[in-house]
């Protein structure tokens, strides 16, 4: 069912959410956040290659094993900073490995340069990454647009929900994280943010967008309670990859809680999912409560439990076809050392994997029949003083 929206409550929405977000932001962030602080090296500066002088492949032996080696010589314009316009020369060298996936630079690619210092004031210039992130924009440019396109004025909404979704990620819990704050309370509070606020964006405040949320943080709850017992049973530890141990290495001290970490990315991995499963519960109810207005609570819930049977399996899908394809190149390398399926699954990289896939998935499950619980609980109350008016 289409609602009008008002102009006052949607803009208000809007700048309690930024006000909000702006509030928290400060608050989970500290002086112990070490973002930023473990810098390694620069970027380098940013240029783009004139013509390329020379391609070399070289082999060296140590012992009994050779190494091959290509080296690229290439000039470059800067196109940033002090030298910017000033034309360099540079090398890229490639081992065996890199000679198998990194591309040679062409002429007009555009790169970052990293300066060595030489003794005697010279600089020798390396190639670096190339520059990815003027194709990243304008993919997302390509998004939004298409968004705009086929949404309109919902096109809109959902851009700034998105918007508005990834600032409460990366400039409230990350902070947050990184200060030493409670893991787990910042989760809750920035879900509860994020439900809230894109379901009053999205559909304004409705019963179906309230039937929605509570639906969608049992179902999140669901999982975090999972997730929070799975790992004292299974003794995960929370260094589970290079990336964790890395990142507990930086400072001993802090005693970072890697567990709250794994819980964080599981509960937020789950939030989109099962926010999508309660407002398609939650609309489908709305519209047929529209046409039999009538309906006893038990055949709300039971179409309810309809409808969510057919969701699930693509929902439960997604989710676990998302943490395997993300992880693909590491399961293989796993399985080429290990001797039996038995032994992955005890890894305990693979076991958090498995973990994060099926607790987002019982979450999913559990929104369906607690989004038709509160749909049907507010949409009979409303029908109840509808018809005592009428008495």
């Given at each position: 069912?289409?609602?009008?929206?008002?102009?006052?409550?949607?803009?208000?929405?809007?700048?309690?959410?930024?006000?909000?977000?702006?509030?928290?932001?400060?608050?989970?962030?500290?002086?112990?956040?070490?973002?930023?602080?473990?810098?390694?090296?620069?970027?380098?500066?940013?240029?783009?290659?004139?013509?390329?002088?020379?391609?070399?492949?070289?082999?060296?032996?140590?012992?009994?094993?050779?190494?091959?080696?290509?080296?690229?010589?290439?000039?470059?314009?800067?196109?940033?900073?002090?030298?910017?316009?000033?034309?360099?020369?540079?090398?890229?060298?490639?081992?065996?490995?890199?000679?198998?996936?990194?591309?040679?630079?062409?002429?007009?690619?555009?790169?970052?340069?990293?300066?060595?210092?030489?003794?005697?004031?010279?600089?020798?210039?390396?190639?670096?990454?190339?520059?990815?992130?003027?194709?990243?924009?304008?993919?997302?440019?390509?998004?939004?647009?298409?968004?705009?396109l086929f949404g309109r004025m919902q096109g809109l909404n959902t851009i700034l929900s998105l918007?508005?979704?990834?600032?409460?990620?990366?400039?409230?819990?990350?902070?947050?994280?990184?200060?030493?704050?409670?893991?787990?309370?910042?989760?809750?509070?920035?879900?509860?943010?994020?439900?809230?606020?894109?379901?009053?964006?999205i559909t304004g405040f409705t019963r179906k967008s309230a039937a929605a949320a509570l639906g969608?943080?049992?179902?999140?709850?669901?999982?975090?309670?999972?997730?929070?017992?799975?790992?004292?049973?299974?003794?995960?530890?929370?260094?589970?990859?290079?990336?964790?141990?890395?990142?507990?290495?930086?400072?001993?001290?802090?005693?970072?809680?890697?567990?709250?970490?794994?819980?964080?990315?599981?509960?937020?991995?789950?939030?989109?999912?099962?926010?999508?499963?309660?407002?398609?519960?939650?609309?489908?109810?709305?519209?047929?409560?529209?046409?039999?207005?009538?309906?006893?609570?038990?055949?709300?819930?039971?179409?309810?439990?309809?409808?969510?049977?057919?969701?699930?399996?693509?929902?439960?899908?997604?989710?676990?076809?998302?943490?395997?394809?993300?992880?693909?190149?590491?399961?293989?390398?796993?399985?080429?050392?290990?001797?039996?399926?038995?032994?992955?699954?005890?890894?305990?990289?693979?076991?958090?994997?498995?973990?994060?896939?099926?607790?987002?998935?019982?979450?999913?499950?559990?929104?369906?029949?607690?989004?038709?619980?509160?749909?049907?609980?507010?949409?009979?109350?409303?029908?109840?003083?509808?018809?005592?008016?009428?008495?």
């Open positions: 069912m289409s609602v009008k929206r008002r102009p006052l409550p949607y803009l208000l929405t809007i700048l309690l959410s930024c006000l909000v977000l702006y509030g928290a932001g400060k608050l989970a962030d500290g002086p112990d956040n070490f973002l930023f602080t473990q810098r390694t090296g620069e970027q380098g500066t940013k240029a783009q290659v004139v013509d390329v002088l020379s391609d070399e492949d070289t082999t060296q032996d140590y012992e009994t094993v050779s190494f091959a080696q290509r080296t690229v010589t290439f000039r470059a314009k800067f196109l940033e900073g002090d030298k910017k316009g000033q034309v360099v020369r540079a090398t890229q060298t490639m081992d065996t490995l890199q000679m198998q996936a990194v591309h040679a630079v062409e002429k007009g690619d555009k790169l970052y340069l990293t300066a060595a210092h030489k003794a005697d004031g010279s600089d020798d210039y390396i190639a670096g990454n190339f520059v990815r992130e003027n194709w990243l924009l304008g993919l997302v440019a390509v998004f939004f647009l298409l968004m705009l918007v508005l979704t990834c600032a409460a990620v990366f400039t409230v819990l990350v902070p947050a994280i990184a200060s030493g704050r409670n893991i787990y309370l910042w989760t809750v509070l920035v879900c509860l943010f994020i439900v809230v606020m894109t379901l009053s964006i969608c943080l049992g179902g999140v709850c669901v999982a975090g309670l999972l997730t929070v017992f799975m790992n004292s049973a299974m003794k995960i530890s929370g260094l589970v990859d290079e990336d964790t141990f890395m990142l507990a290495s930086q400072d001993p001290s802090r005693n970072l809680d890697l567990l709250g970490i794994i819980f964080a990315a599981i509960v937020i991995g789950a939030l989109g999912a099962t926010m999508d499963v309660s407002m398609s519960i939650s609309s489908s109810l709305e519209e047929l409560l529209i046409k039999v207005p009538n309906m006893s609570f038990i055949e709300l819930l039971r179409s309810g439990l309809r409808i969510g049977r057919d969701i699930m399996g693509t929902m439960a899908n997604t989710l676990i076809l998302a943490y395997v394809g993300s992880s693909l190149s590491l399961i293989l390398l796993m399985l080429s050392y290990q001797n039996t399926t038995a032994s992955l699954f005890n890894l305990e990289f693979i076991a958090t994997e498995v973990l994060q896939a099926l607790a987002g998935s019982i979450g999913i499950l559990f929104t369906i029949p607690l989004t038709a619980i509160s749909t049907g609980l507010l949409y009979r109350r409303r029908q109840q003083r509808l018809q005592n008016k009428q008495v």
